[in-house]
Structures are given as C-alpha cells and as structure tokens.
Antibody
Framework: QVQLTESGPGLVHPSETLSLTCTVSGFSLTGYSVYWVRQPSGKGLEWMGRMRYNGDTSYNSALKSRLSISRDTSKNQVFLKMNSLQTDDTGTYYC??????WGQGVMVTVSS | DIQLTQSPSTLPASLGERVTISCRASQSISNSLNWYQQKPDGTVKRLIYSTSTLESGVPSRFSGSGSGTDYSLSISSLESEDFAMYYCLQYATYLWTFGGGTKLELK
C-alpha cells in the first residue's frame, strides 16, 4: 500500500528556512519519482519540484533560487528545504508519488 | 514555462446537471494532461491522466478530452460529492504546471 506522509514545523519565522520531510512506504525511492506541490493560503496548487527515481532533481523556475530537494533512500525519505521564507509562503505542502498518490499535506505558517 | 488557463474559475451548477471545465495551454502539450479534484479538507485525488484515461475507481460520469492546446473535463450528471475544486496539470515539458483551478459549487 503506497503511503506518503509529510512532516515539519508548523510555524516558521520570516526569512528563515523551511525544512520538510516526506516519509514513504509501499514503494522504493529508486523506482519512483517524488514530487512536492504546495498550495499557498487561498490560492491554487503549485508544482514545486521533483526528486527523480535516479536522484536527479528539477525545480519550478519561480522557486529555483530558494529550493532544494534531496533524499535518503535508506530511510525512505525525501526532503524539501526552502530558504528566505515570507508570509506568502504560508500554506499546505504536499508530497506525491508521480502526482498519482498524494500525502495529506502539512500546513506551514510563516509568521513572526 | 507552459501556462495553463482554466475556465471558468467558478462554476455554479445543480445536482444532475452536466458540466464542462476547460483548460487551455500556452503551447501544445500533446495530451500530457491530468485532472485533479481537491476536497474542502485538502485531500487531492487524480481523476484522469493522459487527457482521457480514467483513474481506477473514479466514477464513469467523469470524462476527459482534448488535444493540442485545448482540453476539457466533463461530469455527466453531478452528484453531491462532486462539488469541489478541480485542477488541470500539464507534464509535457521538463517543468510541470497546474491550472488556476475551478470551483464547482452548488447553485
């Protein structure tokens, strides 16, 4: 059974770095790509980037300068780090497998 | 990056009605388009992939069509659980993008 679970701090201060973890089960990270999608509060879905099955990464052009995605295959985890957070980064962050299986999302609030 | 324009942004409709949501791409995306449903609790579900293939378990009242730059999602007879947000996504290029979303609401 494929499962993805996001975790991370619920509150981040402006200008700080967001660190999220996606823990997966039911499949191998060396066989499937994992994607990060976010939904800023009151807005639509935004594709952020991906960790491909072979370890390659790609990022949304608008976020590329602030975003980093990595993984630890031994722990079945994919990581997202985004720096210089601002209030409009507040929202829900999802990890997905191939955009077919989705986690429940984690809410992140950027506030002082 | 390819831009996707969804219309309408809000769609008031009644139970049993047939509705269609449009998604237009800024360039040809060669049928590389999925449709997603998001419920008010945030749960996201893929309904259709590759323009017209129904995800397993999705009711047959949902259908997708299109080609080139123009795509659509249709629901043949609305049921109460269908009132939600809908998004298209293109994966034709290295960088993927979502449409802006359509809120399907009860009239």
């Amino acid at each position: 059974q494929v499962q993805l679970t996001e975790s991370g701090p619920g509150l981040v201060h402006p200008s700080e770095t967001l660190s999220l973890t996606c823990t997966v089960s039911g499949f191998s990270l060396t066989g499937y790509s994992v994607y990060w999608v976010r939904q800023p509060s009151g807005k639509g879905l935004e594709w952020m980037g991906r960790m491909r099955y072979n370890g390659d990464t790609s990022y949304n052009s608008a976020l590329k300068s602030r975003l980093s995605i990595s993984r630890d295959t031994s722990k079945n985890q994919v990581f997202l780090k985004m720096n210089s957070l601002q209030t409009d980064d507040t929202g829900t962050y999802y990890c997905t497998r191939g955009l077919g299986y989705w986690g429940q999302g984690v809410m992140v609030t950027v506030s002082s | 990056d390819i831009q996707l324009t969804q219309s309408p942004s809000t769609l008031p409709a009644s139970l049993g009605e047939r509705v269609t949501i449009s998604c237009r791409a800024s360039q040809s995306i060669s049928n590389s388009l999925n449709w997603y449903q998001q419920k008010p609790d945030g749960t996201v579900k893929r309904l259709i992939y590759s323009t017209s293939t129904l995800e397993s378990g999705v009711p047959s009242r949902f259908s997708g069509s299109g080609s080139g730059t123009d795509y659509s999602l249709s629901i043949s007879s609305l049921e109460s659980e269908d009132f939600a947000m809908y998004y298209c996504l293109q994966y034709a290029t290295y960088l993927w993008t979502f449409g802006g979303g359509t809120k399907l609401e009860l009239k």
